[in-house]
């Protein structure tokens, strides 16, 4: 989805095996406005994901993508980050919750406090739905953001992974 509608008749042409004539058709329809670009280009991951793989997994990545981007739904497989509050170090560890950029460098989300701060003024980071809106935002397990033992963290359009308190886990 992300390739300019000006080269999506390109990629067309030279990866699919698309009649020349239907071509044409498609170059009308974008001329005249007559067709939603993003139509086209879902038929043209279709035949792509067909063509390297079968029609169940090209229905399948086009569920995911109407899901997970257009309906901004949480993926049904998602990454677990198991992760012990108890170990991050004391000034990763406040009194009250932990500092979630910091949780988002352990769990990989982000290279550094100064992106994952970034991420968050952006409104790019969400825990079991809810937006953060500050950079000083913490997390307390159980008090700005409050959640149970297991919850879902969203990091951008893409990044998903399901933290697990590891202190909680009775062994």
């Known amino acids: ?18 009649p020349d004539q239907e071509l044409d058709e ?17 038929r043209l991951a279709r035949g792509i994901v067909t063509q390297l793989y079968n029609k169940k997994e090209a229905s399948k990545a086009e569920e995911h993508f109407r899901k997970v981007v257009q309906e901004k739904e949480i993926p049904e ?3 677990e980050k198991r992760i012990s509050f108890k170990d991050l170090s004391p000034q990763q560890m406040e009194t009250t ?18 992106e994952a701060n970034r991420l968050i003024a952006q409104g790019a980071v969400s825990i079991n739905g809810e ?6 935002a913490r997390l307390k ?9 297991e919850f879902v963290i969203k990091a951008g359009k893409r990044r998903f992974a399901r933290v697990i308190n590891t202190d909680k886990i009775k062994k």
């Open 1 to 18: 989805m992300s390739i300019p509608d000006s080269l999506m008749m390109d990629y067309f042409e030279l990866l699919t095996d698309v």
């Open 26 to 42: 498609f170059r009308q329809e974008l001329a005249h406005e007559a067709v939603n670009p993003m139509e086209l280009k879902k």
């Open 77 to 79: 497989e998602i990454p």
């Open 97 to 114: 919750g932990v500092y979630i950029p910091r949780l988002l460098v352990v769990i990989d989300f982000a290279k550094s406090l100064s």
């Open 131 to 136: 937006k953060l809106t500050r950079n000083s």
């Open 141 to 149: 397990i159980g008090s700005v953001i409050e959640v149970g033992d």
